[in-house]
Structures are given as C-alpha cells and as structure tokens.
C-alpha cells in the first residue's frame, strides 16, 4: 500500500486487516528515508535510522493493533533529544554528544514501545533545541547538518533554505510531511512544535505543560518544555495522545494531569457549533493588533478563509485584542545577551532573551546530562562550552551565546530576579491574559495564525492544536515556492479534547493540507 500520505488510523486497519505487516511497512519507509533524505532532494530530517528498527519490527509481525496496543507495527521518529535506551544516539544535534547514548528510555519512548510502536529512528533538529546560539538557522546543528523544507528544498549561497522547515522540531516535522514515517514526536518549549508543524503543514498538539511526561527530554527550561505529536491528521494527533498522556512520578507536573479515556471520542465533524473562538484582532486598536496586525497580505486571506469556515461550520467569532499581549516579554522577563553570531543581522549587538529560559537551562541540564546520557564526558553545559571552543571550527559556526549567558547563573534558580521573571511570565500569559480574555469572552478557543501565537500559550503552560490551514509564497521580501501556513487553536490547561474538537471539524471541512511536490511513491 501507498505509505506516503497515509494516516495511523489507515495503518492500523490495513495491519489489523493482514494487508500490510510491520516489516513491509518498516521497509517501506527506510525506501522512502534512503530515496529523499539520503538522495533526490536531500531533506535531512532523519539524524539517525534506528539499526534495531526492522529486527523491532519482526517481532510484531502478525501483532495487530488493539486496545492494549494500539501502535502495534506502527514506524514512529522521536526528536533527538529525547532519550532512546537503546543503540541509538541521543545527541540534540550537536557535535560534543555526538556518541552520547541514553542510560534508558524517556517515558515518551516507553510508552511508545508498550503501545507497540517500532521507533524507526531519531529526527533532527535545531542544535539544543535552538537555545544554543542566537539566530541559528531552524532546523540546523553542527552534527545533523541543515534540515530543508520539502515543499522548498532549496539552500541559498550560504547553505541556509530559502524558505525555513521551521524549528526547533524541523526533522520531526519535515519527515512526517514528507511521508517518511508514520507520525514523529517532538518537543516544544515556545513554538518548536508549532512553528515547524505551520512550515511543513502537519498537525501537532503542544500539551498543557503536564501532560506528557518530559521525563528522558534533554531540558530547555521545566516551566515549558513539553513533547508533542507530529502527525498528518487531527485523529492520529489525538490516538498518540491516548498513548502519550500519562502520570509519571519521575516528572512531578504530571502530578496534576487530567485528561478523558479517549480523545478520539470528541472528534466530531460538527464540532464548530456553539464553540465561541476568540479571534485576537481589533483593528481599531492597531497598537494592540499584534496577531494579526503585521500579516502579509497571503496570510491575512488566508485568516479570513479560515474565519469563514469557522462561522460556517456554527461557531461564534469575537474579534478582540488580548490586553496583556504587550506585556509579553516585557520588563524583567527578558535580559539582553551579546550577539555574536557572525551571520546575524544584529551581529555585535545586545539581543534579548527570556530569562526563565537562560536561567533555567543550566539548572536542568546540568542535572540531565549525568543523570541520563552515557558514552559521553559532557556533564554540565561548562563541559560543552569548553568542547566547543575546543572545536569551534565544527561546533561554533552560529556561536554558543546563549549558553554562555546561561552558564554565568548560578545554576540553582535562587537569582531573585529568576523568580519575578516567572511571575511576570504567569501573571501576564495567564492571570491577565488568556484567562482574563477566555473568560470576558466565554471563549472555547483562541485562534492565532500559524505559530505567532506560541509565547504567549507557551508560557502560561497552556495546550494549542494546530491544523493545516493554506499555502503562502515569499519570504522575508523574496519569491518562493508555495509553503504552507498553520491555524492554531489556543486554550487552557487541559483542554486538548475541547481543541481537539474543534481542530477535527475545522480539518474535516476544509481539508487544506496537501501533500510536498515531487516526493512521489517509491517503487
């Protein structure tokens, strides 16, 4: 059977049905991995093909996919920073864990194997998950090289693509479009999974902070990481979340989890009627239209394509700015750090970044990299500083400072000015803004395009859904192939089955994605 396009729910039905076993299906997207990663036009998304996978996938031959495993035979990529006890690497793309490997599985990959999934391999990435460096190009690291997007695969003079596969989630992205496996899990900590999914028009879930376990998930910053699903339908979105969200004593934010028995069962075609969407434009206020105030004018149509399905389809639109957007890394969440990214537009200049990020990141990494990773004398984000000014010729094309500014804290979250930055964060990102807006608005959903939404959900902790929603051309004032464009619904905590929903019914009525041109069936 055709496996480009095909969706887990298809998979699971031809399995089930003995019209395709899990070795066939394995070896069918390897094909497809050795014709357009390795060769034609060289995507890059694959980092690494697990050696274990068609020996994994022997094993489940004649396993059909059920209740208790409903992954059974399905080939699965996980983002490469996210822990594989297995012969794979686990290297967030950079040279100084190039033989890292994991002491045991995340509980993501646990939890994938237990639903009988087979784990084809490790996706690449953005180096660290982007946090490495300031202005590094999405989807590139100095050991996985430079993702491209196969809608246009195209690098420019200086190796970077002309139209961005998104980041820091690029592999994970870019393979799932491209039909190199059946769905990819990648991680988020402010708009990695959204951005990449709007780029190479996939559907993904960025949970509320909590309900996939990050336990085994190389660390940006605790108060936002998250994994999430890649995949090319809202229902195979919400069959890994069935499997992905779960309590885990080893990640204490699951603590609090709630969740339904089956996201599957709020997947319904009518699922716009009643559902009030806040639409965050009013352009009376053009101060405050930040969402959508600077669209082009391909996305702003787009918007509008998208608004009017909505409303067809029995939902209620209000249009209103959220106040607090302005306060959104504003005083005392961001610190500047200088930038010397020798490609960057703001070479030698002071940039800002948010501190709960910096701050954070040498606390969680240094407590990751001993506690998780073998085969490696990396130990504390100093260790990796001092490799890579060893090896600044590989390592360092795109610099390293942000981790230089991380490792001047302390590294135990006791800076007086970490704490206000976190409070700020939650009292405008939730206190004052989307609750105080979801509930002036008796919101169901908040709708942003594509990722510019993602700081603001992101730090609250809050869940979005992401759906294909159009293409665009054009990037940054110079012509391109057509790309596609996300729609993202935003709400509060634990409300992925309400987005769900409503993503399901929007997809279903307009069916907007279409596949990357010229990565046609392998023979």
Known sequence: ????????????????????TASALTRAYLARIEAYDRAGPRLNSVREVNPEALALAAQLDGVKPSRERPLAGIPILVKDNIASGDAQHTTAGSLALAEAKAKRDATVVARLRDAGAVILGKANLTEFANILAIDMPAGYSSLGGQVRNPYAPVLDEKGVPVVPPGGSSSGSAVAVAAGLA??????????????????????????????????????????????????????????????????????????????????TSFLDADGLKGARIGVPSDPSDPGSDV??????????????????????????????????????GG?????????????????????????????????????????????????????????????????LRFGQDTFLAAEATRGDLSEPEYAAARAADLRSSR?????????????????????????????????????????????????????????????????????????????????????????PPVQ
């Open 1 to 20: 059977m055709p496996v480009e396009n095909a969706s887990i729910a298809e998979l699971q039905q031809a399995l089930a049905e003995g019209r395709i």
């Open 331 to 395: 005083p005392g969440t961001e610190m500047a750090i200088l930038n010397r990214n020798p490609e960057s537009k703001t070479h030698w200049q002071p940039v800002r970044r948010p501190i709960v990020f910096v701050y954070e990141l040498k606390h969680d990494l240094n407590a990751y990299l001993p506690e998780w990773l073998a085969g490696t004398e990396m130990r504390t984000i100093a260790d990796v500083i001092a490799f890579n000014e060893a090896h600044a010729d590989r390592a």
């Open 291 to 328: 969402y959508y105030g600077q669209l082009g004018p391909r996305p702003t149509a787009i918007m509008g394509e998208v608004i009017a399905a909505l409303e067809a389809g029995g939902a209620t639109i209000v249009r209103a700015n959220i106040p607090t957007e302005g306060w959104i």
């Open 182 to 263: 059946a769905a990819a899990i990648g991680t988020e900590t402010s708009g990695s999974l959204l951005n990449p999914a709007s780029q190479n028009g996939v559907v993904t879930v960025k949970p509320t902070v909590g309900l996939i376990s990050r336990a085994g998930i190389l660390p940006i910053a605790h108060s936002q990481d998250t994994a999430g699903p890649l995949t090319r339908t809202v229902r195979d979105a919400a069959i890994l979340l069935n499997v992905l969200a779960a309590m885990d004593p080893q990640d204490p934010a699951t603590a609090e989890l709630q969740r339904p028995a089956d996201y």
């Open 431 to 519: 206190t004052l803004g989307l609750d105080a807006y979801m509930d002036r608005h008796r919101l169901d959903a908040v709708l942003f395009p594509g990722a510019i939404g993602a700081a603001i959900a992101a730090k609250a902790g809050y869940p979005s859904v992401q759906v294909p929603a159009g293409f665009v051309s054009g990037f940054q004032g110079k012509p391109t192939p057509e790309y596609p464009l996300g729609a993202t619904f935003a709400g509060r905590a634990w409300s992925e089955a309400t987005l769900l929903r409503i993503a399901f019914a929007f997809e279903q009525a307009t069916k907007a994605r279409r596949p990357p041109p010229d990565l």
